[in-house]
């Protein structure tokens, strides 16, 4: 990916810093955001000491002026933007256990304003920074097309989220889709699943071998890569 231009939100973390570092180890000039100013610090200068090229500055995609200087710092930076992976997310609560029937109106508003907002947000002010053959790529789960209970506010947040990245597939002429790792071992997760290096090898393909047209409008999951 040497000379690509990827922007990943939610870096520090799960699956985004393991996607950051498997960016950055494919040469991509890889810039990423957070609220931890302190874990961005500590994310860069790893990335930098195994030899990677990153740029790490805090942002909230709760607000848009933040998400339009990251993505205004890409461009300036690597020039037009090949691929935005939109992974920042939050989970109020423990995995499993929040009824949508009890779930609180504050932590219902702020995971549908970071976890949906937070991905229009990021794909409406890449637009302008977009390369021709852009990827725009939104994470999610089966729990947004597989009701389970007890997942309230998040599952309707990632529900939400793919129907955004469906609207900018037909509406932008970059291919946008979404990527289902499956269970991944994180902190939304409780720690259960996968290790977020084996989702990451997902994010990659997605972003770098997958068909285009294969991706544009649709959900990628970890058959579709053995598919392939």
């Known amino acids: 990916m040497d000379g690509t231009t990827i922007v990943v939100t939610g870096g520090t973390r799960g699956i985004g810093a393991a996607s950051v570092r498997a960016f950055a180890d494919a040469g991509a000039r890889v810039v990423t955001c957070a609220r931890d100013a302190d874990a961005l610090a500590e994310?860069?200068?790893?990335?930098?000491?195994?030899?990677?090229?990153?740029?790490?500055?805090?942002?909230?995609?709760?607000?848009?002026?933040?998400?339009?200087?990251?993505?205004?710092?890409?461009?300036?930076?690597?020039?037009?933007?090949?691929?935005?992976?939109?992974?920042?997310?939050?989970?109020?609560?423990?995995?499993?256990?929040?009824?949508?029937?009890?779930?609180?109106?504050?932590?219902?508003?702020?995971?549908?304003?970071?976890?949906?907002?937070?991905?229009?947000?990021?794909?409406?002010?890449?637009?302008?920074?977009?390369?021709?053959?852009?990827?725009l790529l939104v994470l999610s789960g089966r729990i947004a097309r597989d009701p389970q209970a007890?997942?309230?506010?998040?599952?309707?947040?990632?529900?939400?989220?793919?129907?955004?990245?469906?609207?900018?597939?037909?509406?932008?002429?970059?291919?946008?889709g979404v990527v289902d790792p499956g269970a991944v071992a994180t902190e939304l997760t409780g720690g259960q699943g996968m290790n977020p290096e084996r989702a990451a090898d997902l994010v990659l393909w997605a972003a770098r071998d997958a068909d285009s047209e294969r991706l544009d409008g649709s959900v990628l999951d970890r058959r579709a890569m053995r598919e392939a």
């Open 150 to 176: 007890g997942f309230g506010a998040y599952a309707v947040s990632k529900a939400a989220a793919e129907a955004v990245a469906r609207q900018f597939a037909v509406g932008s002429d970059a291919a946008v």
């Open 43 to 135: 994310l860069a200068a790893d990335v930098r000491d195994s030899g990677g090229t990153i740029t790490a500055e805090r942002a909230d995609v709760r607000d848009q002026f933040d998400v339009e200087r990251l993505l205004e710092t890409a461009a300036r930076e690597g020039g037009p933007v090949d691929v935005v992976v939109a992974n920042a997310g939050v989970y109020h609560g423990d995995a499993g256990e929040t009824a949508i029937d009890t779930e609180a109106y504050a932590a219902f508003d702020d995971t549908l304003r970071t976890n949906v907002r937070g991905v229009f947000t990021t794909f409406r002010e890449a637009q302008p920074h977009l390369a021709d053959d852009a990827r």
